[in-house]
């Protein structure tokens, strides 16, 4: 499911995410996206309101880290698998939307990288050749190879231990994947710092139900084919769960004093400023995560947290960056977007 | 219950993207006669300006230019010129044929103007609100005022029209929230407004309604230095500005070329403040001899109604305020002076003024209240007879041959404050009650101290409280529409407290007698001089 298949209940109505929440959405999605090994990325936004830009950002930086990373990681797992495949096993390949039959012949270093040699055969086309990359390699897979089906233990006397894992909503599990959804559960991952006024996030991210249609389903507005869930359920704010649940993001007062401590203890992949006075505040202690700086215009504090990140901006910006995949602003919202040196 | 929900924080985007900003100049030639007679009349004052026979003179007329212009309301409304106001400033003229004589001719033409100007007590700003509010809407038509002071008097004038179901009177502040409205209309230039009024609008549509020999112009300039935007700005970025109809950017900065000299500008109407001229002007003239005894540093403040207060800022004085920007729990909170920033609201005893600790930590102290006062007073008299008949450093170096730890002119002087309960260390107070003579009561003295500084403490928590209870069940829309509310605190000792929103705060720090300090006083006489 995408980001862009979301939905948020008004009136007992399911209405589709208006532009400018899904433009959050994405812009969280794309900040988590860049790399960050010598320099990391800086993007301010001048909003009109505060509301909801942070939530549904840290959702979009989740998202991304689950559902993006995972892929990433499993692409480059089942790459290494194909690798060691005797030449001869048969395969399918995912190519462009169909899925063609054929065999795995090995692997080449011929184009300067690692690639699987993969020959199809079709209707239109009979032996073709592919070159395939590690990053495309989910679109191969041995056909010969049965699934193991693991059995239910049954009987066992074993006592069972765990830890208690806060539920997942269907829509939490229809976005991030029923694949991603074990180790989301069980594993704390700081992917998502929030600096900002914790009563507004906490009601954004848990009291709006959000919702994804039904993948199958012939649906209306009205119906009831949706998955259900809230923000927090993607997001999983530490502060607002129970002790001991597994989290991906944190969320922090900008006029809480335990900052700098907070600062030392966490490190994560994104840190969004929602508002002028954490950004005013706090930003030094932040500087080895991405930084997404919400401004809100109506705030007393906006001119000098402009003043802020103009001078980061002329201070520490390296280089031009490009533009052209950020997600357009919409209208109205200004932008402004660099990269400094990590330090 | 959500602050912003999704579906208005989309109708706050969608005014955003849509906004369109319309300027209305409006024409009336005897009010333009009017303000250029008095800028004339003032620039041939030239130094006779800072003349105590002028100064009230002018400031009255400036005063009603402002508040005609900030506000539609009849040129004749007795709020802004009330008849006795009238009188005196013919009695001035008819003085200053005698005193000033070559000054008699122009300013009897300046009265005239402004006696044509009350006698007619119409309003164009007045008239065109009153067609607007009779088109079919769907809504109020919603007005907002720049100065919160004038909203209930505005308010009053839309009564006895019969418009006041039909039009909102708002102030800036209300336009941070939530709320959209179909259409506001600004009075007076859009550079008298906070720069989010028109970038982060509550209306797509706005009219900026102001007389017609004001220059303005509202330019939606970037805030980013690397912002696409800002590349767009670097030439001649004037958008969505509008005079009745929308000029393209050619026009625009044509016509600026083109101003006419007969405007004027904006700056020149309003109210100039000084603040540090006013604190330092205040500090010199309470200077008073043997002043060491019961000073503090402070800090001058500007309020909402016109009054300013000076507050503790002293390192570590703090002082309570109401900051609607913070979450529910933290919005009623003491806090440094030094962090108290405009749009905060400071709290204020209304009757009396001074600290509003001191009558709830006497209602906890109850019977005991008067005794441990008089203990108080008497020791810190001891010390301060001491220092008056010899000096704070000698003193200091007295208390150290006692076995004061910490005893130097500074500590000395805060000693002896009524602000000060008692010294940190022990040591330091013993060494006090030996050298005034009270030693062997030391014990005594040292415990109610520490009943006293267990009383205020107990004082702040509970008046934080209280407020915190009356906060959250106020109308809020009030106090940031008005930019002042009375807390009735009666039931603890603190009588009627008045939050009042800070404007502006002065830079600089003076020393202040303690009983000037938390004590509102009227800034008006020093607003006019600009």
């Known amino acids: ?343 | 219950m959500i602050d912003t929900s999704l579906p208005a924080a989309t109708a706050i985007y969608s005014c955003r993207s849509a906004v369109q900003v319309e300027h209305h100049r409006l024409p009336h030639p005897a009010f333009k006669e009017f303000s250029f007679r008095l800028r004339t009349f003032e620039r041939e004052l030239g130094e006779e300006v800072e003349n105590e026979y002028w100064k009230p003179f002018l400031r009255s007329l400036k005063r009603y230019r402002f508040e005609v212009t900030a506000a539609p309301l009849g040129f004749g409304n007795p709020i802004v010129m009330p008849a006795d106001l009238l009188g005196w400033l013919h009695a001035q003229l008819e003085q200053c044929t005698m005193l000033y004589p070559k000054f008699a001719a122009s300013s009897r033409k300046l009265l005239q103007s402004l006696d044509q100007l009350v006698e007619g007590n119409d309003n164009p700003l007045l008239d065109h609100i009153s067609r607007l509010s009779g088109s079919a809407r769907r809504q109020k038509l919603t007005v907002l005022l720049k100065e919160s002071r004038l909203i209930t008097t505005f308010e009053d004038t839309l009564s006895s029209r019969h418009l006041i179901n039909l039009i909102e009177v708002v102030g800036e502040g209300q336009l941070r929230g939530s709320e959209c409205f179909d259409e506001i209309v600004c009075i007076g230039p859009s550079r008298w407004f906070a720069s989010y009024i028109f970038s982060a609008p509550r209306a797509p549509r706005i009219q900026v309604l102001h007389f017609d020999w004001i220059k303005d112009q509202w330019r939606d300039s970037a805030v980013f230095i690397g912002s696409a935007k800002s590349q767009k700005d670097s030439g001649s970025d004037w958008q969505r500005i509008a005079d009745e109809a929308r000029y393209d950017t050619e026009e625009i900065v044509k016509k600026a070329a083109e101003e006419p000299s007969d405007q004027l500008e904006v700056e020149e109407l309003l109210p100039i403040l000084d603040l540090d001229q006013i604190s330092n002007r205040l500090a010199q003239s309470s200077s008073v001899s043997n002043s060491e005894q019961d000073e503090a540093e402070a800090r001058l403040f500007q309020l909402e109604d016109g009054s300013g207060v000076f507050l503790d800022a002293d390192e570590g004085s703090s002082w309570l305020v109401i900051d609607l920007g913070k979450e529910e729990e933290a919005r009623v909170k003491r806090i440094n002076v030094s962090s108290i920033e405009p749009g905060m609201f400071v709290l204020l005893r209304e009757v009396g003024g001074g600290d509003y600790i001191v009558p709830v930590a006497d209602t906890i102290l109850g019977q005991q209240a008067s005794n441990a006062r008089g203990l108080q007073r008497h020791w810190k008299s001891k010390l301060r007879d001491a220092v008056q008949s010899s000096s704070s450093y000698t003193v200091s170096m007295q208390l150290k041959s006692h076995g004061s730890v910490r005893a130097n002119e500074g500590n000395v002087r805060n000693w002896m404050s009524a602000r000060n309960i008692r010294t940190d260390d022990e040591r330091d107070f013993t060494a006090i009650m030996r050298f005034v003579g009270l030693g062997e009561e030391t014990a005594k003295y040292w415990k109610n101290a520490a009943l006293i500084d267990r009383a205020h403490r107990q004082a702040g928590g509970h008046i934080r409280k209280l407020l915190l209870r009356q906060v959250l069940k106020a109308d809020l829309r009030d106090l940031e529409r008005l930019g002042r509310m009375r807390f009735e605190l009666s039931e603890s000792g603190g009588g009627q407290m008045i939050a009042l929103r800070v404007v502006a705060c002065s830079p600089t720090i003076n020393r202040m007698p303690l009983a000037h300090i938390g004590r509102l006083f009227e800034l008006e006489g020093d607003v006019w001089r600009g």
């Open chain 1, 1 to 343: 499911m995408s980001l862009s298949d979301i939905y948020f209940g008004v009136d007992g109505e399911w209405e589709i995410l208006p532009e400018w929440a899904s433009y959050f959405l994405f812009l969280g999605f794309f900040i988590a996206s860049q790399p960050k090994t010598e320099t990391r990325s800086i993007i301010g936004v001048a909003l009109p309101t505060r509301a909801y830009a942070a939530a549904l950002a840290a959702t979009g930086v989740v998202y991304n880290r689950t559902v993006m990373t995972k892929s990433r990681v499993e692409a480059d797992d089942h790459f290494q698998a194909l690798c060691e495949l005797p030449s001869g096993t048969s395969i399918t390949y995912l190519h462009g939307k169909r899925n063609l039959g054929g065999v795995l012949l090995g692997s080449t270093d011929k184009f300067g990288e690692k690639r699987l040699v993969v020959k199809t055969s079709s209707a239109k086309s009979d032996n073709e050749t592919h070159y395939v990359r590690a990053s495309d390699a989910l679109k191969v897979q041995p056909t010969t190879s049965e699934t193991q089906v693991g059995k239910p233990v049954r009987g066992s006397t074993k006592r069972q231990t765990g830890k208690l894992v806060a539920p997942v909503s269907e829509f939490a599990r229809a976005l991030l994947g029923a694949e991603s959804i074990a180790d989301f559960t069980l594993t704390s991952r700081l992917e998502c710092c929030t600096i900002g006024r914790l009563s507004a996030l906490r009601q954004e991210a848990g009291e709006t139900v959000f919702a994804t249609p039904l993948p199958s389903a012939t649906w209306t507005p009205a119906n009831n084919d949706f998955q259900r869930g809230t923000l927090q359920d993607v997001m999983r704010v530490r502060k607002f769960m129970g002790e001991g649940k597994a989290y991906r993001t944190d969320a922090i007062a900008a006029q809480s004093e335990n900052v700098v401590t907070l600062a030392r203890d966490a490190a994560p992949h994104v840190t969004i400023f929602d508002g002028s006075a954490g950004f005013t505040k706090w930003r030094d202690y932040w500087r080895s995560s991405h930084w997404l700086v919400l401004l809100d215009s109506t705030e007393t504090g906006f001119d000098e947290a402009t003043r802020s990140l103009n001078t980061e901006y002329i201070t520490n910006r390296i280089g031009d960056v490009s533009t052209a995949n950020v997600p357009a602003p919409p209208a109205g919202v200004e932008l402004v977007f660099y990269r400094e040196r990590l330090r």
